[in-house]
């Protein structure tokens, strides 16, 4: 892993990958490699943008993003996927690790951590 | 059904009630008569019966008179049998009588008149009136045989008018059943399927349209402020009016969260109805600061069912959590061999059915749509107890 950490941003709303970008530019070791807003655009972006962490929500328009996390393991085993989304815990989360990723959080409790 | 249907039943309807109480009045009527005729008939019938004892007190008297010599008591008695009987003789004949009877009055009217003028006649020998008086007596007995006669058909014609009446009326209330009330049922019938249907259709609507307003703003309103919210957080300001603008929109977005979840809950649908209830529970917590807690074994539902008996608990949850000041609220959902009972059970103040108003009208049409029951009473000692009791079908059971 290089000095500063790659991330990917994957989220449908472009107001909250702008957040997310201002939010991040907050720590020096933490680089914004490519924004995505769909399924299909992240997985053109891997190759290039060869993320150390994809950010991603579960629900990408009418994609499902459980499928998306186990395409982004695939393709870069050693990618850290971390979902935030404003869907309940209960209803994503164990899906979402079973598929890969290795930790939910919701949107609102984002920067709290 | 149409105005033009329902006044041709009402125009129906009216017209068999009319007919009805025109043959009970003319039944009446009959009857009325009849019994006055039956009356006048045993009169009738005494009054010739009561001739023929005259003729033979006069025969009587007559052979008293020859007997014992002029004898003015006898001769009284005769004079006042004799004008009795002339008397009666003449209004039994003045009577509406049938042609038969006239005639029968006029077969004896010679021995009559020989009879009456011997009476008449203080000379005359008994053996006048005696020579007439078998031949009187047998005229009287046909005249009495007659009246009886025709007394007694009378009654049967009355009887025979009667049965007609009768028939007549339950003929109208045939039709009345065929034209009116089958009709009016069928209607009825139709138009409270309607109903069901427009409120089934009416509440499948506004579902979908509040888990579209949910998802608008879950994917709208909610989003923009997380965004926000991520933005002023990387202002990193020690102004505390930035902290402050952080909090407020924090609280902007639980409130909207609650606001989705109590529009439309996609735990619903992905884990089922239990986990729902204890999601809205967590919600009623947060959102009312009130204890609320479910006591429930998990269940499996289908989704119109386990949709709407969800929907009964939001419903009597939020109205419990938003009016009756209640500080605990416990949902309860118990399965018996038949049926699924649900209970909301609050702490408050209590609630009326005037105060419900919407709230309890679509909790009972949803109860309606499950073929369920809704009862809501005074909790012990305070509070309000909502029971839903949903009928499960032979397979859920």
């Known amino acids: 892993m290089s000095a500063t950490t790659r991330v990917l941003l994957v989220d449908d709303h472009p107001i909250v990958r702008y957040g997310f970008v201002q939010l991040l530019a907050m720590a020096t070791d933490l680089e914004v490699c490519g924004q995505a807003a769909d399924a299909q655009t992240t997985i053109e972006l891997l190759p290039d943008t060869r993320p150390d962490v994809v950010v991603l929500d579960v629900v990408l328009g009418n994609t499902n993003g459980i499928d998306l996390i186990r395409e982004i393991k695939d393709k870069l085993p050693d990618a850290t996927v971390l979902v935030v989304s404003m869907h309940d815990e209960q209803l994503y989360a164990e899906r979402a690790l079973r598929a890969g990723a290795s930790g939910y959080l919701m949107k609102q409790e984002a920067t709290e951590t | ?397």
């Open chain 2, 1 to 397: 059904m149409s105005g033009r249907r329902t006044r041709v039943l009402t125009f129906r309807y009216v017209g068999a009630l009319l007919a009805v109480a025109a043959f009970l009045i003319a039944e009446q009527f009959v009857v009325q008569a009849a019994l006055d005729r039956q009356e006048g008939d045993a009169r009738v019938v005494n009054i010739a019966g009561r001739q023929r004892m005259l003729s033979q007190r006069l025969s009587m008297l007559m052979l008293a008179l020859e007997a014992d010599g002029r004898n003015d008591a006898t001769v009284a008695a005769l004079s006042q049998v004799a004008d009795e009987w002339e008397h009666s003789h003449i209004a039994l004949q003045q009577l509406s009588n049938s042609s038969v009877i006239r005639e029968l009055f006029a077969q004896i009217d010679s021995d009559h008149r020989a009879m009456l003028a011997a009476a008449r006649s203080v000379t005359a020998s008994p053996s006048v009136v005696l020579a007439h008086q078998d031949a009187f007596l047998a005229g009287m007995d046909r005249i009495v045989a007659q009246y009886e006669r025709e007394a007694r058909q009378r009654v049967v014609e009355l009887r025979r008018t009667e049965l007609v009446l009768l028939l007549l009326v339950l003929g109208v209330l045939g039709l009345e059943g065929l034209f009116v009330f089958r009709p009016a049922v069928k209607g009825l019938r139709a138009h409270l399927a309607e109903r069901d249907r427009a409120q089934r259709e009416l509440l499948t609507v506004s579902d979908r349209e509040q888990r579209r307003i949910a998802e608008d703003i879950h994917d709208g309103l909610s989003q923009q402020l997380v965004g926000v919210s991520y933005l002023v957080k990387s202002l990193a300001s020690t102004d505390p009016r930035v902290a402050e603008i952080g909090r407020l929109l924090g609280e902007s977005i639980d409130h909207t969260r609650g606001l989705t979840r109590s529009l439309y809950s996609p735990i619903l649908e992905l884990e089922g109805l239990v986990p729902a209830l204890r999601d809205l529970a967590a919600y009623t917590e947060r959102a009312f600061r009130v204890d609320c807690h479910v006591h429930a074994e998990p269940i499996e539902l289908p989704m119109p069912q386990r949709g709407e008996i969800y929907r009964i608990a939001r419903e009597a949850v939020i109205n419990a959590g938003k009016h009756s000041r209640a500080t605990s609220i416990e949902i309860e959902l118990e399965r018996s061999s038949s049926t699924l009972v649900l209970t909301i059970r609050d702490d408050g103040v209590g609630m009326s059915r005037n105060h419900a108003g919407l709230g309890l009208h679509l909790m009972e049409s949803r109860a309606n749509m499950l073929g369920a029951t809704l009862a809501i009473s005074p909790g012990e000692p305070r509070g309000t107890v909502v029971t839903c009791t949903i009928p499960l079908t032979e397979h859920q059971a």
